[in-house]
């Protein structure tokens, strides 16, 4: 009976593996108040971004901080990076990546979009996979959704995080782009023109030029727009009574019989 008892632990472990052994995913928040953000590139006052998830990225270059929420059919995310304090105009920008099937393939397909917005640039814009030009990476631009806004602005004296002027960027991203999961592919990457440095999540994914975008395959998880997680992964909620039926049907089977 050992055998069945192993098969059923690998099967409840297997949803962890991508945890344990790779990228901790970013868990976003659901929220009632994304709806009150004023895009203007940064924070328009200090509880503008407050009901929203909050990691910090660390690098050798500094901190890029996070925000993510979603609410109602939109993604919200604040890309704040207080280390890039040389603001260069269109040169300075930032892009956020989304697989909508999180299939991680080599080559972006039509489920993967990236979204690009400039330092003070007048609009941000969509790329889609699924190009057969390798040229871009295999994305091609799109017109923009209905309800996308990404902006990109130096920071003021209602930032969080600190009040030295740095570049900082806001993106509302319409979830129609995908159908609705508890789990994304997801790829965050911001460039320093006057450094020449990139701030990314996951850390270390950086582009081999300025335009480049990495494959779907090394990207990170992003958990969860229509499922509400705000706080623990779900797979590692399910893992404690699903241990404990495993430890019970363990003794059960042990059990001597009798007659």
Not at 116 to 142: P, R, W
Not at 157 to 185: A, C, V
Request: glycine letters at 6%; one cysteine or more; proline letters at 6%.
């Amino acid at each position: 009976m050992k055998y069945p008892i192993f098969i059923i632990l690998i099967f409840l472990l297997f949803p962890l593996m991508n945890t344990v052994h790779g990228i901790e995913p970013i868990l976003i928040s659901i929220s009632s108040s994304m709806d009150k953000v004023i895009f203007d590139g940064k924070w328009t006052n200090e509880l503008e971004w407050k009901e929203s998830s909050w990691d910090p990225i660390s690098s050798s270059y500094g901190t890029l901080h996070l925000r993510t929420a979603h609410q109602g059919d939109f993604i919200y995310i604040l890309l704040d990076t207080v280390d890039d304090q040389s603001i260069d105009h269109i040169s300075d920008r930032a892009v956020v990546c989304i697989d909508g099937k999180n299939d991680k393939t080599i080559i972006p397909n039509s489920d993967d979009y990236c979204f690009f917005v400039a330092l003070d640039g007048k609009q941000g814009f969509v790329y889609q996979g699924g190009s057969s030009l390798s040229l871009n990476g295999n994305f091609k631009k799109i017109s923009n959704t209905e309800g996308f806004i990404g902006v990109g602005s130096k920071s003021d004296q209602n930032d969080k995080y600190s009040k030295i002027p740095h570049t900082s960027y806001e993106f509302k991203i319409p979830l129609n782009l995908f159908d609705r999961s508890n789990i994304y592919g997801f790829y965050v990457l911001v460039f320093d023109a006057s450094t020449n440095q990139y701030y990314s999540w996951p850390t270390g994914i950086i582009p081999d030029g300025a335009f480049d975008i990495q494959s779907p395959s090394k990207w990170g998880e992003l958990i969860s727009p229509d499922k509400s997680i705000p706080e623990f992964n779900l797979p590692l909620l399910a893992l404690i009574p699903a241990l404990f039926l495993v430890i019970y049907f363990t003794r059960f089977l042990q059990k001597p019989k009798r007659g």
